[in-house]
């Protein structure tokens, strides 16, 4: 390890997770493009006391430093679930940002490494979170365009260094930005009526947040489960988790955004979760909910925007390819127009998902944002 650099492990506490996570918000002070965390969500995230992922994850977050001053940070994870599914001895790595040097870079991922090869792990993969719906994914185009909630933002110089450690793809996700349409298009309306009536289908009408936690709450998560069982390195989300995300996320929705589909026995068949979106809001509050970034995260959430995020669409697999897609969109883009979204953000879609992909052919749309998972052996000296 280069003299000049120390890493250390941080540890667990609250006071301590919130100093490395404001350090690295303040690395990309005066970026336009870049949208910080909430600190409180990032901080409950990186402690086993707070994150349910913890009950099959292990962790450990670690700082650069020189000349006492921090320099970069890094989380190394390891998905005991996801490698038993993939038959792999993955060491995950996130939450990771450096200065552009290579003496800080290289003492990072030797310390992540090294707590991953002591524990029996052989090859390094990321940026993935502990569980599929925290962030992933490293910026490698759209270094221009402003971010959002669910992504994360990088500088250019992070794959850069991530090739000079030899890292190689693992896997690619897109983005892509659409433009809200001022008339719903024919197509989808005829597509959603067939897939209504073939397979006796109905939205419910989402007025009452109390019905969408104790009547669908848990069903929408056992829908992702399903939906997304088959995607690169998918955690099946517990119980615990459930209920954690329920309680954190739910509450704070945007009822007219969300479009929740159901059968005649009111199986639920499809949900579209979406919001305005926070991107300016998480700026201005700098990640901080007090004392007034609240106001800006409430305001952004009432107040009109001119984008959406759609942040989680799920069709069961039966319905996959049979126009359920069209259903949810018809019923969202009438919101949308009354709210004055002119443009939604899809985020990430791993890069082979044709059926994602596919619902865009409605929409004018273009390719925005490219992202990527690194991976390279563990060597075992």
Not at 187 to 202: D, P, Y
Not at 281 to 288: E, I, K, P, Y
């Given at each position: 390890m280069p003299a000049d650099v120390i890493v250390r492990r941080v540890p667990e506490t609250r006071s301590a997770l919130t100093r490395l996570v404001k350090w690295s918000i303040d690395l990309y002070r005066g970026n336009d493009c870049y949208v910080p965390p909430l600190i409180s969500d990032e901080v409950n995230t990186l402690r086993a006391a707070t994150n349910p992922a913890f009950d099959f994850c292990e962790a450990a977050t670690f700082e650069a430093l020189r000349d006492g001053a921090t320099v970069g940070r890094i989380t190394a994870i390891i998905n005991r679930t996801a490698n038993e599914r993939m038959g792999e001895n993955i060491l995950r790595f996130g939450f990771v940002d450096f200065i552009d040097d290579d003496a800080v870079v290289d003492a990072l991922f030797a310390a992540a490494e090294k707590w991953g090869r002591e524990r029996g792990m052989t090859a390094i993969v990321g940026p993935l979170g502990f569980t599929d719906l925290d962030h992933e994914g490293m910026l490698i185009s759209g270094f221009d365009e402003l971010g959002t909630m669910a992504t994360i933002y990088n500088y250019p110089y992070y794959p850069k260094q991530m090739e000079r450690l030899g890292m190689v793809k693992e896997t690619d996700w897109i983005e892509f930005l659409l433009d809200v349409p001022e008339v719903i298009?024919?197509?989808?309306?005829?597509?959603?009526?067939?897939?209504?009536?073939?397979?006796?289908?109905?939205?419910v009408p989402t007025k009452s947040r109390k019905l969408l936690k104790e009547r669908y709450g848990h069903k929408l998560f056992d829908l992702i489960n399903v939906a997304y069982d088959k995607l690169y390195g998918y955690t099946p989300l517990t119980t615990r988790l459930i209920d954690f995300y329920i309680r954190e996320y739910l509450g704070i929705l945007r009822l007219d955004n969300i479009c929740v589909v159901v059968d005649s026995d009111d199986n639920l068949v499809a949900v579209g979760i979406t919001m305005p979106s926070l991107s300016r809001?998480?700026?201005?509050?700098?990640?901080?909910l007090f004392p007034f970034g609240w106001y800006h995260l409430l305001r952004a959430l009432q107040a009109k925007v001119d984008r959406v995020d759609l942040m989680l669409v799920a069709v069961h697999p039966d319905y996959q390819s049979r126009g359920v897609n069209a259903l949810l969109f018809r019923e969202l883009i009438p919101a949308y127009q009354r709210l004055g979204y002119r443009y939604a953000e899809s985020n990430l879609e791993l890069e082979d998902n044709e059926n994602v992909q596919r619902q865009w052919q409605y929409f004018e749309h273009r390719l925005h944002r490219r992202r990527r998972a690194w991976r390279r052996p563990i060597s075992q000296d």
């Open positions: 298009p024919p197509k989808m309306v005829r597509i959603a009526s067939i897939a209504e009536q073939k397979f006796g289908l109905h939205v809001a998480l700026q201005r509050s700098r990640g901080r």
